[in-house]
């Protein structure tokens, strides 16, 4: 038996970023989430799932290979769209907000997974999951901040 839960996340953060990014920036930021929101996720979920078996999603999605929920990856084109442009708004303390809280939202929601029996951690954790959404994330501000520099009207030194 399939589950819509996956499926379900995917609309969900789409109506988000629906809701939080305007419409000339969707289609400014597609791109990124394409490759810094899909393409990242697929290969942590490629490493995880099938190769390392450090995480086990459950039931089957609607789209499901090698048990990778297709629409749990596909949620991160909305969401990556949505830190991008959180990121590019914001001034002072707020990008640094960003990037900690993205992880710790990406933490919350494994826990929550965890606790409905979506996901199954072997040999991992939830720390350890912080700390992988922090670094990933980290790494896609550096290069959101120094590809959108110009757009977004910081200065460079």
Do not use: C
């Not at 459950?58 to 830190?83: H, K, Q, R, V």
């Amino acid at each position: 038996m399939s589950s819509l839960i996956w499926a379900v996340l995917f609309v969900a953060a789409t109506l988000l970023m629906v809701a939080l990014v305007p419409r000339q920036q969707v289609a400014e930021f597609l791109q990124f989430g394409l490759v810094g929101g899909l393409g990242v996720a697929l290969l942590i979920l490629v490493v995880f799932v099938p190769f390392l078996e450090f995480w086990r999603f459950a039931p089957p999605d609607l789209l499901t290979i090698e048990g990778i929920p297709l629409f749990m990856a596909m949620a991160a084109i909305p969401l990556s769209m949505i830190f991008a442009r959180s990121l590019t708004k914001g001034e002072g303390l707020l990008p640094f907000l960003v990037v900690l809280g993205f992880p710790l939202a990406a933490t919350f929601i494994h826990y929550m997974l965890i606790i409905n029996g979506n996901l199954a951690y072997r040999n991992w954790s939830l720390a350890k999951t912080f700390l992988l959404a922090l670094v990933t994330h980290a790494a896609l501000a550096a290069y959101i901040l120094a590809n959108f520099r110009r757009k977004i009207g910081i200065k460079e030194d």
